[in-house]
């Protein structure tokens, strides 16, 4: 309402703030204040209500960043909103947000097409109606692994674990899985959390936090309880109980012990029965310590521990496979289905990397909805390291480029690109 040029700077305040708190994923408000200010004629308040009216417009056309939904209070506001600051001249009508409050998708022609777009009338809903679509639309918490993996049974799929050890690593997979529209689990192993501690984690939950898809972050190889306890509390969404390399008995308290605490928080457990041979981040176990699940103790272990997900061990090692190739066991997995089936227990394979497709895709046939992914994401990391290149910053970017085209092939492999 001042000059030209302090309403130009309020106009750009108003749009760069908006624009930054859309880019880092936030539900963003853009609000007239709540004075109500009138000229001393009809004339004069219709002026103020257009130069008002037309502010907010302008702001609205100048952000560029596409929002994930966009409500619109008033019936006016609404039109000018949608035609004048998106170009919208179509949408399709969906539904209703609440009675009276429709919900639109843009049109093809507008800024942000097919974005929802809910239109509220000035005069619909009590006082909280506003506040109520608004919630509802608002930004919800990160999904939870065991629903991540109740959807890949339920679709026929299998999700990616990837490992990961610095920030390249986290973004190769968030934005693989964005690329690909698939879900995906950020997975921390103890030898990576010893080296980037604390700060990877807050990497891999705010990523997940701010993610397109559903994404979240799993504690990998727990053999040590004080880990366990320490992931528990670090904001996990999952993790894993590892006493494989107790004897049967042990391994139930031990796996025991943590689901009860897990279990508290809503954090999902998954459990080894049988023992992987093999090296994963400079821990080695020895073909001779390796054991097949038995499914006989796989019944019992899953009634007395009530894990949610089950590593099994069916010819499956860590790291690279012996030069004759794996040897599955598939009888074995179908056995294991079985039984993991009637317990609502999602099945989960180690050692994906170096299995054929059609290995693979037979897993998924046979149950599998959790493949660990590690052995070749780091691979194509550390081959890309062998290329000159001239900044630190360009050694990052060819990082995450490489392993992101490994975990974009997986996602195909395993199903789940198009499913989030």
Not at 77 to 88: G, N, R, Y
Not at 284 to 309: C, G, H, I, P, R
Not at 378 to 401: F, G, W
Request: glycine fraction near 8%; charged fraction near 25%; include cysteine.
């Amino acid at each position: 309402m001042k000059s030209l040029e302090e309403r130009e700077a309020e106009i750009c305040r108003a749009f760069e703030t908006a624009n930054a708190s859309i880019r880092a994923f936030k539900d963003t408000l853009i609000i007239t204040s709540r004075k109500l200010i009138t000229g001393k004629t009809p004339e004069e308040s219709l002026d103020i209500n257009y130069k008002v009216s037309s502010a907010l417009v302008d702001i609205i056309r100048r952000i560029d960043i596409r929002p994930r939904y966009i409500i619109a209070k008033g019936g006016i506001t609404s039109s000018d909103v949608a035609t004048k600051a998106l170009k919208a001249k179509s949408a399709t009508v969906i539904g209703q947000a609440l009675p009276g409050v429709p919900l639109w998708q843009l049109g093809p022609e507008s800024k942000h097409p097919s974005v929802p777009y809910i239109v509220f009338p000035g005069n619909v809903g009590n006082n909280e109606a506003l506040a109520k679509v608004a919630k509802t639309w608002a930004r919800p918490p990160r999904c939870p692994t065991k629903q991540l993996l109740d959807d890949a049974e339920k679709g026929g799929y299998a999700i990616g674990a990837f490992n990961v050890y610095n920030m390249e690593g986290v973004e190769a997979v968030i934005s693989a899985a964005e690329a690909e529209s698939s879900p995906a689990i950020l997975q921390i192993h103890p030898g990576s959390l010893k080296e980037g501690g604390l700060p990877l984690v807050s990497c891999c939950l705010s990523a997940a936090d701010r993610a397109q898809v559903p994404i979240t972050v799993h504690f990998d190889h727990g053999s040590s309880k004080s880990d366990l306890l320490d992931a528990l509390e670090m904001g996990f969404d999952s993790v894993m109980a590892d006493g494989s390399h107790l004897p049967f008995d042990e391994n139930i308290m031990y796996t025991k012990f943590i689901s009860s605490l897990a279990c508290e928080k809503g954090i999902l457990v998954e459990a080894e029965l049988g023992r992987l041979s093999g090296t994963e981040d400079g821990l080695t176990v020895e073909e001779y310590e390796s054991k097949l699940t038995d499914v006989a103790q796989a019944e019992k272990f899953m009634d007395e521990t009530k894990v949610e997900a089950l590593a099994v061990c069916i010819g499956n090692v860590h790291g690279k496979y012996p030069p004759g190739g794996p040897n599955l066991k598939l009888d074995l997995l179908k056995e294991l289905r079985e039984l993991t089936m009637k317990r609502g227990v999602s099945l989960v394979l180690h050692g994906a990397s170096g299995l054929s497709q059609d290995l693979v895709k037979e897993c998924i046939n046979l149950g599998v909805r959790k493949f660990n992914v590690n052995t070749e994401v780091r691979s194509a990391y550390l081959e890309s390291l062998k290329k000159p290149q001239k900044d630190l910053v360009q050694v990052m970017a060819s990082a995450k480029e490489a392993m992101e085209v490994v975990i974009s092939e997986k996602m195909h492999l395993f199903g789940s690109a198009g499913k989030a």
